[in-house]
């Protein structure tokens, strides 16, 4: 027999499917209860950070090699280098690409969050807040480094290049304290996750006291439990406690009856044997 490709006893090739259907399949099956998501936004902003990260590494490879002015004494370089399109064109990424690039990482983790926490409602909060939060202030940063220290800027000038490096204060701040957010954001979700759980565990546990005390309090229950299960100890039945009154009446009973046929018996004995004198 031919195994089974796609559900199906003959065998296929996957380029003999349209494109159509194979855009809604996935590469193994989802799990029992999961839906398949095959495209999300985080997608889109992981793809933009990682170029825009590998930009950044290039920037530094342009920066540091060839007319490249880094790792050296600004007197052991020319004018010339200072001016040339290369040396402008790493000025120009050094102040674009990193900004956008950890910007677009922390609104990526993001997103991640809003799709793993889906269903907890403080978690959307948090995570829209912290998106945008982190949007508006790389957005304005990379405004004002374009506006002061871009070489090809009207306002590109000394006076202007050191406020641009004033920015490296709440840059530096701001990554560290949405750093601690991003860290912080999870063990929120996993404390109410655990308190969800703890108090589902409550639930269960009440509902079974109180069913418990009413078939303690219920004697037709218990009636009903003895003709239900004739014979049967239906103390331990579906987890019912029911009350053994009766049973060590009737235990008591036949003790008492016992001991007073004992205590007959030497006296029959005893009236036998002197009839018999």
């Known amino acids: 027999m031919s195994p089974l490709v796609f559900r199906r006893a ?5 380029t003999q499917i349209p494109s159509s259907v194979l855009v809604g399949i996935g590469i ?17 902003a992981f793809t933009l950070a990682v170029l825009a990260t590998v930009a950044s590494f290039v920037n530094i490879l342009i920066r540091a090699t060839g007319f490249g002015r880094t ?75 374009a506006v002061w ?16 490096q004033t920015l490296n204060l709440p840059k530096g701040i701001f990554s560290l304290t949405s750093d601690i957010f991003l860290l912080v954001v999870p063990v929120v979700a996993v404390s109410k996750i655990n308190l969800m759980t703890t108090r589902k565990k409550y639930r ?37 406690a029911l009350d053994n009154k009766a049973n060590e009446e009737a235990e008591t009973e036949q003790f008492s009856t016992e001991r007073q046929y004992t205590a007959q018996c030497p006296r029959n004995v005893l009236g036998r044997a002197t009839g018999d004198i």
Request: hydrophobic fraction near 45%.
């Open 10 to 14: 003959e065998a296929i090739g996957v």
């Open 28 to 44: 193994i099956p989802p799990l029992p209860g999961v839906a398949p998501n095959l495209w999300a936004w985080s997608d889109i």
């Open 71 to 145: 790792g050296i004494h600004s007197w052991d370089a020319s004018v010339y280098k200072s001016i040339s399109l290369r040396s402008h064109t790493s000025i120009a990424l050094g102040i674009l690409l990193p900004p956008m690039s950890i910007g677009l990482i922390k609104i990526t983790i993001f997103l991640m969050y809003l799709e793993v926490f889906a269903f907890l409602k403080v978690m959307q909060i948090l995570c829209y807040i912290g998106i945008g939060i982190t949007t508006m202030f790389y957005t304005i940063i990379t405004v004002l480094d």
């Open 149 to 164: 220290a871009f070489p090809l800027s009207r306002y590109y000038n000394a006076m202007n290049t050191q406020k641009a």
């Open 204 to 240: 269960v546990l009440e509902s079974v006291k109180r069913s418990e005390r009413s078939t303690e309090g219920d004697p037709s229950q218990d009636r009903k439990s003895r003709k239900l299960y004739p014979g049967l100890d239906v103390t331990t039945v579906g987890g019912t």
